[in-house]
């Protein structure tokens, strides 16, 4: 058989084989084509409506994963109904987080006059500023979802700015530690109430050389003049003063946000403490009352700026014979807020003192460095 011939049936042998080997893959089925099976009697818009459908069922999960996180995150900041509140010392935080603060500043008290005291009279009354500086640093930890616990100390000093007052004030230092809890009690969406206890030991060293003099004068002056100087040496005043005040304070925090880019913190408390003076019978009872709105201008604006106004008063006095029983106060306050998990700020409080050792009420204005850090 010729060439021409045998090619027709080798091209049909060929085919064949082609065929049986189609046949026998086509019996082995993947696990693609499973799935392809299952779907076999539904026409192609069946099939892509349930694509579809799953893919739509996909994203909606994710997205309800998303809001759910963006929840708890905010939970974590104080944040109500998507408004981050601007944290200030007016009306502290009623919020359940973990955070890092710190606090440096620096004040007057304009024009004071301070009555220079003996057992009998008052026997000079000097006039001018007094200065002091602050420092403080606070740790609060949240606990549970609905408490938290905090714990800081600080510390101050003060004294005169010109002779007069230099004499009469000499120089002093106060420093404190403190802890207290805060509770949540109720939560909406947009406002927040919660329990707050705080209690602070204060303790307060100072060198009163003009009051140092007056007593010894008092003690000394009526004995003949050789005699002055052994009883100066011999007296049992003395030049450096310290005292003690501990003070235990609880009552209540709000928070409200009407709006993204407004709030509004309020804070009643009370309590009782000792007074500075241990000679004192009585101690003293404290009244802490305040208010503060602020806004957010990154809400609103590209620009990460925030602003805050504010009023309190301590009622009562918080100091007990200390230089100052009750202070009214009035602040303002400018804040950067394009990081939520980070505020940094200047606050600025201007206030009216009650003096402890005279009716006068005097002004004072206190300039802050704030920052916090929330984890």
């Not at 091209?11 to 893959?25: E, F």
């Amino acid at each position: 058989m010729s060439v021409c011939h045998r090619l027709p049936a080798a091209l049909i042998m060929a085919v064949l084989i082609l065929v049986v080997r189609v046949a026998s893959l086509s019996a082995q089925t993947t696990p693609r084509e499973e799935r392809a099976d299952a779907s076999e009697g539904r026409s192609v818009d069946e099939v892509a409506s349930t694509a579809l459908a799953d893919s739509l069922e996909a994203t909606g999960e994710g997205a309800d994963a998303l809001e759910d996180q963006e929840i708890v995150q905010n939970r974590k900041l104080p944040i109500l109904d998507g408004h981050r509140f601007i944290p200030t010392s007016t009306v502290p935080d009623p919020f359940i987080t973990t955070y890092l603060r710190s606090n440096t500043g620096f004040g007057l008290l304009l024009d004071a006059n301070i009555p220079v005291l003996t057992e009998a009279d008052t026997v000079a009354v000097l006039q001018g500023d007094i200065a002091f500086a602050v420092l403080g640093f606070e740790y609060q930890q949240e606990i549970v979802d609905f408490l938290a616990l905090r714990i800081g100390f600080g510390g101050a000093v003060r004294t005169g700015t010109n002779g007069e007052t230099l004499i009469a004030e000499g120089l002093s230092a106060t420093y404190s530690f403190f802890f207290g809890v805060t509770g949540r009690v109720f939560r909406t969406e947009n406002f927040l109430l919660s329990a707050v206890a705080d209690f602070v030991s204060n303790k307060i060293i100072g060198v009163d050389p003009f009051g140092w003099a007056v007593r010894v004068a008092e003690e000394c002056g009526d004995l003949p003049s050789e005699d002055i100087a052994d009883c100066i040496l011999d007296t049992d005043e003395e030049l450096l003063q310290s005292g003690r005040s501990n003070t235990i304070t609880g009552g209540a925090r709000g928070a409200w946000s009407p709006a993204t880019w407004f709030g509004l913190r309020g804070r009643v408390e009370f309590g009782a403490g000792d007074a500075f003076d241990p000679e004192a019978d009585l101690g003293t009872t404290i009244l802490n009352l305040g208010a503060v709105a602020d806004i957010d201008l990154l809400e609103v604006t590209p620009v990460p700026i925030g602003f805050l106004l504010g009023l309190d008063a301590e009622l009562f006095g918080s100091r007990g014979s200390d230089i100052a029983e009750s202070a009214t106060r009035f602040n303002l306050g400018l804040f950067y807020t394009g990081r939520q998990e980070f505020s940094v700020g200047v606050e600025t409080l201007f206030g009216r003192v009650n003096l402890t050792q005279s009716e006068e009420r005097v002004d004072s204005i206190t300039i802050n460095l704030r920052l916090r850090y929330f984890f």
